[in-house]
C-alpha cells in the first residue's frame, strides 16, 4: 500500500498530515509513503528528515494522488472549499482519503467526493470512546487553541498576568474568564494560571466542575437550569436561544469584572452559541480582552470578526482562526500521531478493511461506493438511509 502526503493548499495552512517521527508506524507495515516535495517545510519538517525516515518525495502534486492508494491530509474538500476542489480531477474511485472534512457543513463538497468514488474519513467525527482517544484529533488540536489563546491575550493585553511585588508596588494579578470547559478551555485555563492569573471558569456541563477548580480556577456557578446540557461524546448540546439569553444576562456581571475573556464553546456541525453580547463588551473596562476561539464557527461574542482583531468600546477582540496552524510544528507532529492510530488498524494486506462493526470505522466513513455513507450526512442531505450491507472491503 501507498500512503501520500500532499502539501497542504488552504490558505494560512501550515500543518502536514504526517511527520518524520510518524512513519515507521506505517512503513514497519509495509506502507509506502509518498511525500510532496516541501510538504512539511511550513512545519519545520525538510525533505531530507522524510528521506531519512524513509518516505520517497516526489515533485508532482499530481503523482503522489495517481501512485497513492491512501491520501492522508490535514484539509480535504469540503475543510477546504476553493483550493481542494483543484485535487478531485487526481482522485479515484476505491482510494482513500483520510482529513478533516467539514462533512456536518459542507454538504455540497461531501457529495463531490462521494462522486469521485473516493473512500473518505472525517476525522473530526472520531467517536469519543476510549480505544479511539489516541485518534481524537479535535481533542489535539483543542488543545493547542486553549494554549495559544491565552498567549494571544497576554500580548494584547496592557498589563501583566501575575502578581508581582516591586520596589515600585505591588502588581495586581490579571483577571481572567473562561467561558466553556471543554480540552481547549481546560488548556486556557491551566495556561492562564501557570501565567500567574486569577482565573475563573464557567461551562453549562456542570459535570465539568471538578476539573475546573482541580487547575486552580473558581467554578462560576451561575442559577441557570443546566439539565440534559450534556450531548453525545460529553459535547455540549445545543440550546435554544431562550437558554442562551438567559445565560448571557447571568453571565454579564462576570465578564465586565475580567480583564481577559476566553471563549470556546462549540457544537459540533452548528454554529458557535453567543454567549458574549454587545451590552456585555460594553460594560467591560478599556483595554480589556476577549480571545473568541470559536470564531471559525461564527464565534462566541456577539462582535467577533473572524479573521480579525476588532476594538471596541476600548476592548480588543481577538478572532484568530486555525488556530492550531499557528504551532505548525507540535501541531503536526499530534495530528500524524492521530492519523496513523487511526490508519495502521484498518490495514489488511495492502487494503483498507472497513469493517463497519467497528464504530471508529463506523463513525467517521463519510463516502463509499459513490456514495455518501454517513447516516447524519445523508439526512441532512435529505438522503433515504442507505443499505445495511455497504461491503467490507475496499
Same mark, same amino acid.
Given at each position: 500500500?501507498?500512503?501520500?502526503v ?16 510518524a512513519?515507521?508506524l ?6 509506502e509513503v ?12 525538510s ?7 524513509g518516505?520517497?518525495?516526489v515533485?508532482?502534486?499530481a ?6 492508494? !491512501?491520501?492522508?491530509?490535514?484539509r480535504?474538500?469540503?475543510a477546504n ?9 487526481y ?7 483520510i482529513?478533516?472534512l ?7 463538497e ?7 468514488g473516493v ?29 495559544k489563546?491565552?498567549?494571544?491575550a497576554?500580548?494584547a493585553?496592557?498589563r ?8 515600585a508596588?505591588t502588581?495586581?494579578?490579571a ?9 481547549a478551555?481546560l488548556?486556557?485555563i491551566?495556561t ?5 492569573? !486569577? ?6 456541563r ?10 486552580g480556577?473558581r ?6 437550569d443546566t439539565?440534559?446540557?450534556?450531548g453525545?461524546g460529553?459535547?455540549?448540546?445545543a440550546m435554544?436561544?431562550d ?30 452559541p453567543?454567549?458574549?453580547?454587545r ?9 480589556s ?6 470564531a ?9 470578526r ?13 478572532g ?14 499530534m ?8 490508519l495502521?488498524?484498518?490495514l ?12 471508529? !470505522?463506523r463513525e ?5 461506493g ?5 447516516p ?10 442507505a ?8
Amino acid at each position: 500500500m501507498i500512503v501520500g502526503v500532499p502539501i497542504e493548499t488552504f490558505p494560512g495552512e501550515r500543518r502536514v498530515a504526517l511527520v518524520p517521527a510518524a512513519l515507521p508506524l506505517l512503513t514497519d507495515k509495509g506502507v509506502e509513503v509518498l511525500v510532496e516535495e516541501g510538504a512539511g517545510e511550513s512545519a519545520g519538517y525538510s525533505n531530507d528528515a522524510y528521506r531519512d525516515s524513509g518516505a520517497r518525495i516526489v515533485e508532482e502534486r499530481a503523482e503522489v494522488f495517481t501512485s497513492a492508494d !491512501v491520501i492522508v491530509q490535514v484539509r480535504g474538500l469540503g475543510a477546504n472549499p476553493d483550493a481542494g476542489r483543484a485535487d478531485l480531477e487526481y482522485q479515484r474511485a476505491g482510494q482513500g482519503l483520510i482529513s478533516f472534512l467539514e462533512p456536518l457543513t459542507a454538504l455540497r463538497e461531501v457529495e463531490e467526493i462521494a462522486r469521485t468514488g473516493v473512500v473518505a474519513f472525517a476525522m473530526e467525527l472520531m467517536p469519543r470512546v476510549t480505544r479511539a482517544q489516541s485518534m481524537d484529533v479535535l481533542s489535539s488540536m483543542a488543545t493547542i487553541s486553549g494554549y495559544k489563546a491565552v498567549l494571544f491575550a497576554a500580548e494584547a493585553l496592557p498589563r501583566m498576568f501575575p502578581m508581582m511585588m516591586t520596589a515600585a508596588g505591588t502588581v495586581t494579578p490579571a483577571r481572567v474568564l473562561v467561558v466553556g470547559a471543554g480540552v481547549a478551555g481546560l488548556q486556557a485555563i491551566a495556561t492562564a494560571r501557570r501565567l500567574g492569573a !486569577v482565573v475563573q471558569a464557567y461551562d453549562i456541563r456542570p459535570a465539568v466542575k471538578e476539573e475546573i477548580e482541580s487547575l486552580g480556577a473558581r467554578y462560576v456557578d451561575l442559577p441557570v437550569d443546566t439539565r440534559e446540557t450534556e450531548g453525545e461524546g460529553g459535547y455540549a448540546k445545543a440550546m435554544d436561544e431562550d437558554f442562551y439569553r438567559r445565560q448571557r444576562e447571568t453571565l454579564a456581571n462576570v465578564v465586565v469584572q475580567s480583564d481577559v475573556v476566553i471563549t470556546t464553546a462549540a457544537v459540533p456541525g452548528k454554529r458557535a452559541p453567543v454567549l458574549v453580547d454587545r451590552e456585555m463588551v460594553k460594560g467591560m473596562r478599556p483595554g480589556s480582552v476577549i480571545v473568541d476561539v470559536a470564531a471559525e464557527r461564527g464565534g462566541n461574542c456577539e462582535l467577533t470578526r473572524p479573521g480579525e482583531t476588532a476594538s471596541v468600546h476600548g476592548v480588543s477582540i481577538i478572532g484568530h482562526t486555525n488556530i492550531p496552524s499557528t504551532v505548525p510544528h507540535d501541531a503536526s507532529q499530534m495530528y500524524a500521531r492521530n492519523i496513523a492510530n487511526f490508519l495502521v488498524p484498518m490495514l489488511d494486506h495492502g487494503t483498507l478493511n472497513l469493517d463497519l462493526q467497528d464504530e471508529v !470505522v463506523r463513525e467517521t466513513l463519510v463516502t463509499n461506493g459513490g456514495q455518501v455513507a454517513h447516516p447524519k450526512v445523508r439526512e441532512l442531505l435529505g438522503l433515504p438511509a442507505a443499505a445495511d450491507d455497504q461491503g467490507k472491503d475496499s
